[in-house]
């Protein structure tokens, strides 16, 4: 059966959750129900979902429901022949999207989803990426916060040099300049979860020191750094600078697209992320607090009893913030695109979004990601994909028109 044919156009599995739930607003609110999206809640509860679909309001009487468990192959597999697309939030997703994955990469069905588990996305890619080929699968990790506004911006960054230079940028630097809001529930869950898993495992933890971990094979080096972990002054934007905690993931990611884009941004392409702290001693004293907190955080998470206190600490699974707090939430992120040879072609772009992050944010970057993949005609075949190199500039058309996005270079 084509795709066109099949009974759904997206399915959002997980509609259930706190973050699933806010999927599901926006895309009511952006594509009704039974409309020209046919779209569906998904998951293991009949009576969670019917509660979700009535919390939706009247809107959404005619709003399908997809019952059944995440862990029965059987059943992901005939989920996965009646959509187009699976848009999923069930994480942490090294622990329960193995086998959605294996499901869609058999069936030809495309996936988004909201990982940030480098060594999850490795090991799917390892094992399904023939296979996701083969089908026509195309597989798209990281549609959320995490990492959509780093890729996007850079692959922005990149076309406005090509455009006005002729030339791609040698490096980007991606500095946070300002947000508002907590961490999500699923990624403290994620997190805690890769503690655990690298404590046991030292391969594991060479995979996430490795700046190239989720480049194609055959391309897994190049000029890429190790993740910043001290205070470093940025000449460039003339502040401080301390690690952010996404970066590890961001930077992989951006590497990657480098790499599905055929090393159109050269193959020595730098790109790096930091969260900007200010000038003078006050800044170096918040870069070195968020150093010291991000350091400290790594070192809990290799301690079982540390572990175990910080699980506590950190927000659980459907756990979220309110309506007023998301809404009055944001983010603001900054680019350095620099000329290969001449400093006064640098190009300084902003990339911003109008809602917290880790929820408001990123409910309308995955909900954009799933109809992006069902309705925009696609110039990828099947595979694993990153959002920039499988929905690009469709993708950022999308973001700047509904979802609170905003792109722009600030200098040139």
């Given amino acids: 059966m084509s795709r066109s044919e099949r009974e759904f156009d997206v399915v959002l599995w997980g509609a259930t959750g706190f973050t699933g739930r806010l999927v599901a607003e926006y895309l009511l609110a952006r594509h009704g129900a039974g409309q020209k999206l046919r779209w569906a809640i998904a998951g293991r509860s009949e009576q ?34 009646r959509t187009a697309v699976v848009c999923t939030t069930v994480g942490p997703y090294a622990r329960y999207g193995s086998k959605l994955v294996a499901a869609c990469a058999a069936h030809g069905t495309d996936t988004c989803d909201l990982t940030g588990e480098v060594q ?12 996701a080929q083969a089908s026509g699968a195309r ?7 995490d990492s959509i506004p780093s890729d996007l911006g850079v692959a922005f960054v990149q076309r406005e040099m090509q455009a006005r230079h002729g030339v791609p940028c040698a490096r980007v630097r991606g500095r946070v300049a300002g947000f508002s809001g907590g961490m999500s529930g699923g990624t403290a869950a994620s997190m805690i979860a890769l503690f655990e898993e690298a404590t046991r495992d030292p391969k594991l933890r060479r995979l996430l020191a490795d700046p190239y971990a989720l480049n194609p094979e055959g391309r897994r080096r190049g000029r890429g750094t190790s993740d910043q972990t001290a205070p470093r002054w940025d000449e460039a934007f003339g502040q401080w600078t301390g690690p952010f905690v996404m970066g590890g993931v961001n930077t992989r990611v951006v590497r990657r697209t480098n790499a599905l884009l055929g090393e159109s941004w050269g193959a020595d392409f730098r790109y790096d992320e930091a969260i900007l702290t200010g000038a003078g001693p006050a800044g170096w004293l918040k870069a070195a607090g968020v150093s010291a907190g991000t350091v400290a955080m790594a070192a809990a998470g290799a301690v079982g009893p540390l572990r175990g206190l910080l699980a506590r600490l950190l927000p659980e699974p459907g756990e979220g913030p309110s309506a007023e707090r998301r809404e009055a939430g944001y983010w ?50 099947g595979g694993f994909w990153t959002p920039a190199a499988a929905l690009g500039e469709r993708l950022q058309r999308r973001l700047e028109t509904h979802a609170g996005l905003t792109f722009e270079i600030e200098t040139a």
């Fill in 332 to 381: 603001d992120l900054r680019f350095l695109g620099e000329h290969p040879s001449d400093p006064r072609l640098h190009l300084r772009a902003r990339v911003t979004g109008d809602r917290d992050p880790g929820y408001g944010s990123t409910a309308k970057m995955l909900g954009e990601s799933a109809a992006c993949l069902a309705k925009d005609p696609g110039s990828v075949g």
């Fill in 48 to 81: 969670k979902l019917a509660a979700v679909r009535a919390g939706l309001g009247p809107a959404a009487s005619a709003l399908p429901l997809v019952v059944g468990d995440g862990e029965d192959e059987g059943f992901l597999g005939v989920l996965a022949q």
């Fill in 120 to 131: 999850w996305m490795r090991r799917m890619i390892d094992a399904h990426e023939k296979e």
């Fill in 139 to 145: 597989i798209v990790h990281t549609c959320g916060f």
